[in-house]
């Protein structure tokens, strides 16, 4: 399928009627597939190459970026809304757009983190995005704006990557008593309907007083 011909002046004509999500999402595979020597190609004349370039290696911590979103989040500065009306209900602001985008990628770099960084730091960076997400469920408005009931589910996280990226590094940081009450609580309420297949995942990764309090509790 992937394979297939595609005629460029058809693609052409969907790519503009798209939202500019979905242009965003598709210019995130794109920068995915494309390789790395020719990223430079596809931006140059729109971006500034210059402030593109890779940091020196030790620069900077994936923590310290995740601590930055977070607290730029919770000061609203991706807060964006507009005068909702039964034709633009549906419809997400650029802000909101432009928060999905960068918590996604956030969380992408930390499930790319999870089997080989500091399982404490990357385990605080997750629980940092998950504490954004559990405010965007309360609605209470605080981080971002969506124009009709908004939710967690809109942000399209993968679950299925990272909550057992987040369980690896929560096992070997956390009691048994902490890793239950923790593994419970965050796949309740991000993804319950995938209860048993992540506490499967949990009891792989728990070490034997984790197994044993992880197993009393999901056998209830």
Known sequence: MGKAPVDLDKLHTQLHALSRGALLD???KAIDLLPKSRLS???VGTLDLDKLRPDPPGAGRLLDLVL?????????????????NSKNYREVSRGTQTWIAECNRILSRLVQAAPT????????????IFELLRLIDEGNDQVVF??????SWQV???????????????APTATAEEFTQQAV???DEFQEYRREQHLKEALKLADPAQKKALKEVSSR
Do not use: M
């Not at 960084?117 to 940092?128: D, L, N, Q």
């Open 117 to 128: 960084g500091a399982a404490g730091e990357v385990r605080e960076g997750f629980e940092k």
């Open 156 to 170: 399209g996280v993968e679950w299925d990557k990272v909550i057992p990226a987040w369980l690896r590094t929560l």
């Open 185 to 187: 609580r965050i796949i």
């Open 68 to 84: 930055e979103f977070h607290q730029a989040s919770l000061r609203r500065e991706y807060y964006e809304d507009f005068n909702v």
């Open 26 to 28: 598709l210019l995130e």
């Open 41 to 43: 190609q596809l931006i």
């Open 146 to 151: 969506f124009a009709d009931e908004g939710g």
